[in-house]
């Protein structure tokens, strides 16, 4: 019963946002030539506490919506009281605005990991709650999800030799992003958030998508490392051949979004262990 419930509060949280941040940390560690084993544990913090926090707290605040989008989700399904869930996810502000202090090593990075809890609760919480915004809702959460491979590298190095790169990762997400509204069009439009699957719809909102992405495509030749301009086209190419392919084919358009996540999964580990074997055949 006990390890029921725990599992049930851990559902609160995401499987693939929480390997995406885990490892994005790593890679940025790993681009600063400074992969440990107290980096492994920030990078653990950084997944199982900050996003964490971020995206529980969401779980709690749209609990309603999720009566309609994600009914199956811990708070709606009734496995879950929404009491119980919001003092789960203050535990992990409280935690996600403490541990940055043991470990921070400038103020860039202290606002960085502090950043983490603030962009949760600007999100989702009233009176502000971005979430409605869709335009602020993206770049929000297109933040969120690029703060933890800049964490893994500014606290391990300086210097923008790598900044290209992760401002292409951060126009990535702003392209991809979007594509989950597609998915939550129905409950978002009945407790009045802005959707834009509902505000470009379907062609227009693939041909913004697409578009970014053409555009990473132009950036990634800016990069001096070959390995990273390598790397950041596999994982534009494939994307743009994902949303193509489910345009193309008619299929039930509401799984783009979670075949593009699960695709990121993989191709993410898979470049970090290339990163790591590229680090060590440099060294050889």
Excluded at 104 to 127: D, E
Excluded at 128 to 149: C, D, E
Excluded at 214 to 243: C, E, G, H, P
Excluded at 254 to 283: D, K, Q
């Amino acid at each position: 019963m006990v390890i029921l419930k725990v599992i049930n509060y851990l559902k609160l949280y995401r499987l693939d946002v929480a390997s995406i941040s885990f490892f994005s940390y790593l890679v940025g560690a790993q681009l600063a030539n400074n992969l440990n084993l107290q980096n492994t544990a920030i990078g653990l913090a950084i997944s199982l506490i900050s996003t964490n926090f971020v995206y529980s707290f969401n779980s709690w605040a749209d609990w309603e919506i999720d009566k309609t989008n994600k009914p199956h989700r811990p708070i709606p399904s009734g496995k879950l009281e929404p009491k119980s869930a919001f003092i789960y996810s203050m535990v992990l502000l409280a935690l996600s605005t403490l541990y940055p202090f043991l470990v921070f090593k400038s103020y860039f990075t202290l606002v960085l990991f502090l950043l983490l809890p603030l962009l949760g609760l600007l999100y989702s919480a009233h009176p502000v709650r971005l979430k409605r915004y869709f335009i602020l809702a993206v770049l929000t959460t297109s933040t969120i999800l690029i703060i933890p491979i800049l964490l893994g590298y500014y606290m391990n190095a300086s210097g923008t030799s790598n900044l290209s790169f992760f401002v292409a990762l951060f126009i990535f997400c702003l392209a991809v992003i979007p594509l989950k509204d597609i998915e939550d069009i129905k409950g978002d439009t009945q407790h009045r958030c802005q959707n834009w699957y509902d505000k470009l719809g379907e062609n227009r909102l693939l041909s913004f998508s697409l578009g970014g992405l053409f555009f990473d495509l132009l950036l990634a030749v800016i990069f001096i490392n070959m390995l990273l301009r390598t790397l950041l086209t596999v994982f534009v190419i494939s994307t743009i051949v994902v949303i193509l392919a489910f345009a193309q084919s008619k299929r039930n358009i509401n799984g783009l979004y979670r075949t593009i996540v699960s695709m990121v999964v993989i191709e993410g580990i898979i470049a970090f262990l290339i990163l790591v074997a590229g680090r060590r055949f440099a060294l050889l």
